[in-house]
């Protein structure tokens, strides 16, 4: 009985999110700008200006990245991804009340930003890199696990499913039990299916609308769609014009049971969860 249930929360570090309603992600900024003379501490106060006007707006968890996924990017290497990402972390952790996501695959920097204060490890490799298993285990924090086949640099090369959303459960369930293993216990767990990671536009689609298959896992959704490629194809617009796409999937993705949607534009999809919420909430 409790197991087909989604828990009503989720420990994250010194925080605990009430899964009973849907929760905004904001996607936070961190790109280095190699011009600002500035350097490290303009950077980090203009992310930190970013987090504050995200979580203002509503959101509960902020996503910090210091790696690019986009297909082409330069590789970063650890420690140039953890000199991006710490100062970050740590002046979020001290500023603002707010649950510190890291968009990260990297064990140093899982290990440094759960010191510092981050309170969920976002890995969209799921912990397949070496070492990466052991430091999230040791960081004591929820894991985002997420579904993509390849790296970023090659996975549109060509993904082909037979059942695309029954191929990413078995995906998903395969590291929930490398977690288990590693003594991260399903408690510490949270699925994503990796929207626009290895999938054509048919792939995203479909998987969209069978998302729920993956409620039987009784684990808490976390949905990323905001501004991809998804939307552009559908609509055909740039990725500047996506605003309506992104809410209209974001509300399904609420409807559909997910918990945790992220996303770019903060106070626009906090309204429309909020409302969504207070439906969901009626007798
Ligand atoms: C515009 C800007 C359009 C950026 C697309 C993008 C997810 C994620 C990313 C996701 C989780 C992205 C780090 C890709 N997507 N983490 N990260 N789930 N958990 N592209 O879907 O936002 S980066």
Known sequence: MTDSFSPARLS?????LDLSR????GILNVTPDSFSDGGRFAERDAALRHAGAMVAAGATLVDVGG?????GARSVSPTEELERVAPIVE?????LDVVISVDTSTPAVIRECARLGAGLIN????LRRDGALDAAADSGLPVCLMHMLGEPGDMQDDPRYADV?????EFLAGR???CAAAGIPAERIVLDPGFGFAKALEHNLSLFKHMQQLQRFGRPLLVGVSRKSMIGGVLGRGIDERLYGSLALAALAVGK???IVRVHDVAETVDVVRMIAAVQAAE
């Open 12 to 16: 994250c570090g010194n925080r605990v």
């Open 22 to 25: 849907p929760h905004v992600m």
């Open 67 to 71: 790696e690019s996924t986009r297909p």
């Open 91 to 95: 002046a979020i952790a001290r500023e």
């Open 123 to 126: 890995d969209v490799r799921s």
């Open 165 to 169: 959303t029954a191929e990413v459960g």
């Open 176 to 178: 929930m039990a490398a």
């Open 257 to 259: 049971g997910a918990q």
